[in-house]
């Protein structure tokens, strides 16, 4: 497989033609925009959160615990890695805690660094379909468009934590 | 003009061998094709050779010490402003070194931006910019020659007015009328929109500002590598391009502003190497075009600089468009026998340059980019630093392939097949 293919894997190409969790909830607790800079792609996710999952780790302290994603939708412009990795990012963090969602935040960066060398297989277990995403890490100019979800996600959660909702405005406009 | 003959297949091979990095070879092993000259150029070895021997044997600070360097130097510098001047129609006085052609709006925005703020004195006034005034753009510029009239209209309270972009990506010269009144100061336009390829009007937007004394700004950062371009035979007050567009290095450019205007215009920037005499409160200022070069400027870029038009004049401006349009019409009547594409501009090469965007229908231009890249072919995706005019014809984005005069006819015909297997791949309009 050449590496383009390698990028354009048909799983990558079905999330890109057919995304998940696009089209934005009318309520949310934190929302972010983002924009790639190279090539004026965008983002918007909103995220809403519910309470720790109480109980839910195994065997574990019942009493605290993290909120949880309850929700994740976005919308926004972009090639079919943005797409593709928005879509997963959003399988991937639905009805996981936010130290969860932290933690595949970081192990998604990891791989997106990797340069084609792969990283540790258990983290790469947790990352579900998005470990499909391994080939953009040869490829550094596209690094940034499989990550322009999770920056946004990562914006979102810290917006919600600080109850400032929403991004700063805009421009509109021809 | 009679036209020039465009470059024989010999020449085109001759040139060819000039330039080291057209002999690098693509991902697939295949040579490597270059179409992204309207982002950058690619250089001769004659400029890397001169900017080297500069460094090698004359390197020194200009216009200060008297050291034999430094005399050899200052020499070496102001040939060089002479021969890029001369390029373009203009005196050396009448050129000033910056950075690019942003480097160079900003300069020139930052010296109007003092004359507004009545520095200058008497003679500066004649360029203050007073609230309610008028500054007209267009919907075609660079990010370069835009934002930096977005800034001085917010600093001097001026109102911004554009003339807008036709379905054809031609800039819509009947909005003349009603974007110019008697409070117009000044109109800041594109020669070459480095998106659509169109190239303006000059003649009509210089003739509509005169009618009411309004300054023009021409930005040639796309026109001076690909045209014959004399500015004073245009007429504009000021124009802006870079190097690394026309074969030199990056990190140097240059504004023209005619004699007249230089003489009467504050600096923007200020500092060392610019001024006369400096007592602890206050300074005078050398005349242009040293008032407005302020610190130490890129001299071994201007020696490189020089190389670059040397060798653009030595084969003749005349012969590089003529060359370039026979590409372009060649890359366009490929390009419209391709379904699911759509050229963002004319789609005849006259009145245009060789700066040919894309919209792929159901394909990202990152996506495409990708997958030429692949084939090893380098073109650019994104908005390139344009997002009004994509805006305007209905795009995000789009895949831009731009030609240089090392361009050849196989060349471009690669491109085409290529792009024409993207929506395939990626499954588009299946
Ligand atoms: C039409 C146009 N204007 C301005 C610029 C800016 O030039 P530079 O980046 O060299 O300052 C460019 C190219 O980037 C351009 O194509």
New binding site residues.
């Given amino acids: 497989m050449s590496s383009l293919d390698a990028m354009y894997q048909e799983l990558i190409l079905d999330h890109a033609r057919h995304p998940h969790g696009k089209g934005l909830a009318p309520t949310f607790d934190g929302e972010s925009f983002q924009v790639n800079p190279t090539c004026g792609d965008r983002i918007r996710v909103r995220v809403s959160l519910g309470d720790p999952a109480v109980g839910r780790a195994a065997g574990g302290d019942l009493a605290v615990g993290w909120p949880v994603v309850a929700d994740l939708t976005w919308d926004g412009q972009g090639c079919s890695i943005s797409q593709a990795s928005a879509s997963m990012m959003g399988d991937l963090v639905r009805g996981k805690d936010l130290s969860e969602a932290a933690a595949l935040g970081e192990a998604f960066g990891e791989l997106m660094r990797s340069r084609g060398r792969g990283i540790d297989p258990d983290l790469a277990d947790r990352l579900g379909d998005a470990v499909a995403l391994e080939g953009v890490s040869r490829y550094p100019m596209r690094i940034k468009c499989a990550l322009l979800g999770w920056m946004a996600l990562k914006d979102a959660v810290a917006r919600a934590a600080t109850g400032d909702a929403s991004p700063a405005r805009i421009p509109e406009g021809i | 003009m009679t036209a020039s003959p465009a470059l024989s297949d010999q020449e085109l091979a001759a040139i060819r061998s000039d330039f080291p990095v057209l002999g690098r070879r693509g991902e697939d092993g295949r040579p490597l094709v270059y179409l992204d000259s309207?982002?950058t150029s690619q250089r001769p070895r004659v400029v890397m050779d001169a900017m080297r021997d500069f460094a090698e044997n004359h390197n020194a600070a200009v216009h200060r010490g008297a050291h034999t360097l430094a005399g050899e130097a200052t020499e070496a510098f102001e040939d060089a402003r002479a021969a890029v001047a001369r390029f373009v129609g203009a005196s050396p006085g009448e050129l000033v070194f910056a950075s690019?052609?942003?480097?160079a709006m900003n300069l020139l925005t930052a010296a109007l931006g003092a004359a507004s703020e009545g520095r200058g004195q008497g003679l500066g006034r004649r360029f203050a910019i007073l609230p309610g005034e008028r500054i007209v753009v267009t919907q075609a510029e660079?990010h370069?020659?835009l934002v930096p009239w977005q800034e001085l209209a917010a600093r001097t309270g001026a109102e911004l007015a554009w003339l807008r972009v036709g379905a054809d990506g031609r800039l819509r010269l009947d909005d003349l009328p009603a974007v110019i009144n008697s409070r117009t100061r000044l109109l800041a336009f594109?020669h070459a929109?480095?998106v659509t390829g169109a190239i303006t009007d000059v003649g009509a937007v210089v003739a509509a500002a005169r009618q009411i004394g309004a300054l023009t700004v021409l930005?040639a950062?796309?026109s001076a590598p690909h045209l014959a371009v004399d500015l004073a035979a245009l007429g504009v007050d000021f124009a802006a391009f870079?190097a690394?567009?026309m074969l030199g290095p990056n990190g140097i450019?240059a504004l023209y502003g005619r004699a007249e205007l230089l003489e009467a215009l504050p600096p923007g920037f200020t500092g060392g190497s610019m001024v006369e005499i400096v007592t602890m409160r206050e300074a005078t200022f050398l005349p242009p075009p040293n008032r407005f070069e302020a610190g130490t400027q890129a001299v071994t870029e201007a020696i490189g600089w020089a190389a670059a038009v040397g060798y653009l004049a030595h084969l003749g401006m005349g012969r590089v468009e003529a060359h370039e349009r026979a590409l372009t019409a060649r890359l366009l009547s490929g390009l419209a026998e391709l379904p699911g594409v759509r050229v963002l501009g004319p789609a005849e090469a006259a009145g245009r340059l060789g700066a040919v965007s894309v919209d792929l229908d159901g394909v990202h231009p990152h996506d495409a980019g990708q997958y030429l890249d692949a084939q090893g072919i380098a073109v650019r995706v994104g908005h390139h630093?344009a997002q009004p005019v994509h805006r305007a014809l209905g795009v995000h984005s789009s895949t831009r392939a731009s030609l240089g005069l090392y361009n050849t006819a196989a060349e471009v015909d690669r491109f085409v097949a290529a792009l024409g297997q993207v929506r395939d791949y990626f499954g588009a309009g299946l």
């Fill in positions: 309207g982002a690019g052609t942003t480097g660079h370069s020659n594109t929109s480095n930005d950062a796309q870079s690394h567009k450019g630093c």
